[in-house]
């Protein structure tokens, strides 16, 4: 595969001896600290899914579902688990997605070798790889790790298309066009349209207004069609089926008294969704036919002289090996993440900007593959590909986190953050280092638009990726928890800035023992705090809130809960045969580490009434100050603790 013989290349390359010993290094460290990362909270629920994606894409599903990267992390687990028999299933999961990270990282290497010389991509990589936020997600994220390796490959390819769109020459007409261009197909369509008789000039603008107006309002109606679907079926619940619509709807819903009137909505909205996307369809064939019996002649010569050509430059495009890798590294993060064409709309701005017309030929054909592979990857694509992409991208604008979340020392809401939640979070949870080297790179990106020092638009690039995400976020105030997590992706982007200002470091430091003592500097609090806060690295806040132990009770820290393991060991070694134990939050992790004959529940009211003499035991975490509400006055036999800030508490409960 052309694509991984490129990753074959970078590697084995001679001059990128540093990269294969810090991939081989990082490789040896987790197989050897493996067992230490517990399981996640999300991660049960992630593995069902991916024994039902692999079902899915080995034809053993009874109906399509998952998604094509959760069948690859489960094959690659059962892989791992094969080669390392000693380990379980998670630890096997757990380091495969520790090769994701090990991935993204030659991608980014291959992002910055295209602005930086080999120095300074590899002393930026490191600074990437270190960060003791995403070493700790590398093992325990098994979603936002695969988005950001395959968002990171999709730009990685899709930079090296650069080389084919330099050689490559593209039709008659540029596609920015001039505007004597665009005023000749103006004054032809006007030449046209001035021939039609005015009543049918009326009936033709009613029938596109129209048809276009309908499509439009129905789209808008969407969740007004759920809450009349939701009111009928609660009315006929009810017995109020006095109008003739309840009375349908008692007659067909022979399970309305059983199922919730929610779920009916839903069903509901998906078949509405479904018949607004053929009507769509429809408009769409409709209007088209309009604008061909209206416009022959503008658009026989649009086609002819500007459509065609680039559909042409396109097709030639495939036959590039990087357009298809980066094309199904794109597909394949926007089937983990709605956010994945962002790869494609980066491209495609930086290459607008450096080659103009030229680009549009080589983004086309990116496409095209990028939605094939997103169709191949999203098995809900193969049914209803509108009602899928709804579905995604409304519970990612709106996902029901009905918990709060911890933000300086304040229980937020997740809906109703402050702007400033996630800028701040950016500045709390990397090294200090990179924050001084993200500054001064920023500093000399800027000033480098003036005297024409950097390349102006890799800095459009760099800033486009970060800021724009980053703005959208404080200005739109999405649902958020968990941290920024789920924009990991965008934190690459930070560290190409960190990449100008250590350019013109090692520019400063010309002898390489100087260079490598600055990187050593930079790299002195990760190492630190890498093996400080083991294997909890993603709690990390740096000293500008001061450290964890200062973000302990004021910020999120063991949000997934993964310290629930080294609890439930303790548990295992004191706690007499059939005892019992709480564990608050995620309980299918209590389950999962603990006896087989401890008792597990979710809550302490199961054994209010319970006379029996067993040990009653709690896996209280710290998230949301729970160890300080839930049975204040137990005592407390064990703790995990980090820095001074505790994540988890075990107490004995009197009864």
Same mark, same amino acid.
């Given at each position: ?77 059962? &892989? ?44 930026? &990589? ?76 009326? $009936? ?170 997103? $169709? ?70 800027? +000033? ?19 800021? $724009? ?34 350019? &013109? ?61 080294? +609890? ?61 509400? $839930? ?25």
């Amino acid at each position: 595969m052309p694509g991984m013989r490129t990753v074959h290349k970078t590697i084995l390359n001679v001059q990128n001896i540093p990269l294969l010993l810090l991939l081989i290094f990082n490789l040896v460290i987790g197989a050897v600290y493996i067992e230490d990362y517990g399981l996640s909270w999300d991660e049960p629920s992630r593995f069902q899914v991916a024994e039902r994606s692999l079902a899915t894409y080995l034809g053993a599903a009874k109906e399509p579902s998952g998604k094509l990267y959760l069948a690859i992390s489960k094959m690659g687990a059962n &892989t791992v688990n094969a080669i390392f028999k000693n380990w379980d299933s998670v630890e096997s999961w757990h380091y495969f997605n520790f090769m994701y990270f090990q991935l993204s990282l030659i991608f980014f290497y291959m992002i910055c070798l295209r602005f930086f010389d080999r120095w300074v991509s590899f002393a930026t &990589t490191l600074l990437y790889a270190s960060q003791p936020l995403l070493w700790g997600h590398a093992f325990i994220n098994p979603k936002d790790i695969p988005f950001t390796m395959y968002f990171l490959g999709g730009l990685a390819f899709g930079l090296r298309v650069i080389e084919a769109v330099t050689k490559h020459q593209v039709g008659n007409k540029p596609l920015i066009y001039p505007r004597q261009i665009l005023s000749v197909y103006r004054d032809n369509a006007n030449q046209e349209w001035s021939t039609i008789n005015d009543r049918r000039k009326k $009936i033709i603008r009613k029938a596109a207004l129209l048809s276009f107006g309908v499509l439009v309002l129905s789209i808008v109606l969407t969740p007004v069609v759920g809450w009349v679907i939701k009111f009928f079926i609660t009315q006929a619940a009810q017995g109020n089926s006095a109008d003739l619509i309840s009375q349908w709807i008692t007659q067909m819903a022979e399970n309305i008294h059983d199922i919730p009137a929610e779920l009916y909505a839903q069903k509901g909205v998906k078949i509405y969704l479904r018949l607004v996307g053929w009507y769509g369809i429809t408009v769409l064939l409709f209007n088209i036919i309009l604008a061909v019996f209206v416009f022959p002649r503008t658009l026989r010569q649009l086609f002819k002289n500007e459509i065609m050509p680039l559909i042409q430059d396109g097709l030639r495009f495939l036959k590039n090996a990087n357009v298809w890798v980066a094309g199904v590294f794109i597909g394949m993060a926007t089937s983990v993440r709605v956010l994945g064409p962002a790869a494609w709309l980066l491209l495609l701005g930086y290459l607008t900007l450096k080659f103009r017309r030229k680009a549009f030929p080589s983004a086309l054909a990116m496409l095209i593959v990028s939605l094939i592979a997103l $169709i191949l990857a999203w098995p809900s694509m193969w049914i209803s590909p509108l009602e899928a992409l709804h579905n995604t991208a409304t519970k990612a604008a709106n996902f029901p986190w009905e918990s709060t979340v911890m933000f300086s020392g304040i229980e937020y809401p997740a809906n109703q953050l402050p702007r400033t939640y996630m800028p701040v979070l950016l500045s709390l949870q990397l090294t200090e280092p990179v924050l001084l080297l993200f500054l001064g790179g920023l500093g000399l990106a800027l +000033a480098g638009l003036k005297n024409h020092r950097h390349e102006w638009q890799a800095t459009a690039f760099f800033a486009a990726w970060f800021f $724009i995400p980053l703005i959208g976020v404080v200005i739109v105030q999405p649902t958020m928890y968990d941290n920024f997590r789920h924009f990991t992706f965008i934190l690459p982007a930070l560290f190409l800035f960190c990449g100008i200002c250590l350019k &013109t470091l090692f520019r400063l430091f010309r002898i390489d023992i100087l260079r490598i003592a600055l990187l050593f500097l930079c790299l002195l609090p990760s190492i630190y705090w890498n093996i400080g806060l083991h294997p909890y690295q993603y709690v990390y806040y740096n000293s500008l809130t001061g450290g964890v132990r200062g973000a302990f009770r004021n910020y999120e820290l063991d949000y997934w809960a993964t310290s629930y393991r080294e +609890a439930a060991q303790y548990i295992n070694e004191i706690a007499p045969r059939n005892a019992r134990v709480m564990v608050w939050g995620p309980a299918r992790l209590g389950m999962y580490y603990c006896r087989p004959d401890i008792e597990i529940q979710r809550s302490l009211e199961h054994w209010d009434e319970d006379e029996s003499d067993t040990p009653i035991y709690a896996i209280i975490s710290t998230r949301h100050n729970k160890d300080q509400q $839930i049975s204040p006055d137990s005592p407390e036999l064990f703790w995990v603790e980090r820095d001074g800030a505790r994540l988890v508490v075990v107490k004995q409960i009197p009864h």
